[in-house]
């Protein structure tokens, strides 16, 4: 089995897609519409041996984004969390965030199969970073929605946490900026390089309110086993494994067991490329350690590989189309 997919492999589990039809219906929207072009259909989705892939999931996003209010994903992202699911219930009765991390990361191909959580830690605080596993176009809005609203969720019902919880998105401000400050609160900032998620260290170990040991141990153990990867997450985590010398197309493709040529149309397929994931990298890596950590220009380039500031510089600029000192 490969260790990464594409766009047309059928590999992802029905359950986020069955989660957006169903509050999508509850919301009054047509099921047999909202499934019409995407290649789907409502009595395969309840079927838990049923494979759909990336581009059906995909087309039914953006048919909810049409279709269905704007707040449609925040709401899918609630849905999830309030399931009957093993990764469900063992998210519901987790210990602690650490271990709630670790089981949504083990899960997060049922949930979030085309975005991962990059935790990092700065100072006083905590930082999630989400990032696209695959090129996901117009919906990624409604993708991030989705994931937000189920950190989000979590964190103010288990650690009654709305007031120290601060967001920062990699989007405009939208049009109904009420309800995003309805679903993840008031300390929200748009037009971000990134979208980050930031809470208090000491939040890492505390205790959740709705704890169960004994629920936690037996759902647990059901959680399924580790899923490959969308293929911008697999190129990103290993570039982000050799920031000092990024690995070539080349060597990149012979670990994906791809021809350079191949690789390149996979990305090309994404709205992406192999120089713009490795950039990606570097981008996440340096305004982490330069906003969250104050790092020096002259440490950036060090921890990146660069023979001077200069040339860090000048590559920061084109990742991000500012000059590092902004972002102090």
């Not at 950190?151 to 900026?177: M, N």
């Not at 002259?298 to 040339?311: M, P, T």
Request: glycine share 8%; with cysteine.
């Amino acid at each position: 089995m490969r260790s990464w997919f594409a766009l047309e492999d059928k590999v992802l589990p029905p359950t986020l897609a069955q989660a957006m039809v169903k509050v999508a219906a509850r919301r009054g929207l047509d099921p047999d519409r909202l499934l019409r072009g995407t290649g789907l259909f409502e009595a395969d989705l309840g079927r838990s041996n049923y494979r759909l892939a990336p581009s059906q999931l995909l087309r039914l996003a953006q048919q909810c984004q049409r279709q269905g209010p704007a707040d449609l994903g925040f709401l899918v992202g609630h849905h999830l969390l309030r399931g009957e699911d093993e990764l469900a219930l063992a998210l519901r009765s987790v210990p602690d965030l650490r271990r709630f991390f670790l089981v949504l990361a083990r899960g997060r191909g049922a949930w979030m199969p085309l975005q991962f959580l990059r935790l990092e830690a700065g100072g006083e605080r905590l930082y999630c970073y989400l990032h696209d596993s695959l090129g996901l176009g117009p919906a990624q809005g409604f993708f991030t929605q989705i994931a937000l609203g189920l950190l989000a969720a979590t964190l103010r019902l288990q650690l009654d946490g709305r007031q120290a919880l601060s967001l920062a998105l990699a989007e405009p401000v939208p049009k109904a900026l009420h309800l995003y400050q309805t679903h993840l609160g008031l300390d929200l900032a748009f037009d971000s390089p990134q979208t980050v998620l930031s809470f208090p260290r000491s939040w890492w170990q505390a205790p959740f309110l709705e704890a169960d040991a004994v629920q936690f141990a037996k759902a647990r153990a059901s959680v399924g086993a580790k899923e490959p990867l969308g293929l911008l997450e697999w190129v990103m985590r290993l570039q982000l494994r050799h920031l000092k010398e990024p690995l070539s197309l080349e060597a990149t493709a012979a670990l994906a067991g791809l021809s350079p040529a191949s690789l390149k149309r996979q990305l090309k397929c994404q709205g992406s490329s192999f120089q713009h994931c490795c950039d990606q990298a570097r981008k996440a890596r340096a305004l982490h350690w330069l906003c969250a950590c104050g790092a020096s220009n002259e440490v950036l380039a060090q921890r990146l590989g660069y023979s001077d500031v200069h040339n860090f510089r000048r590559s920061f600029k084109r990742w991000t189309g500012l000059v590092p000192s902004v972002f102090r």
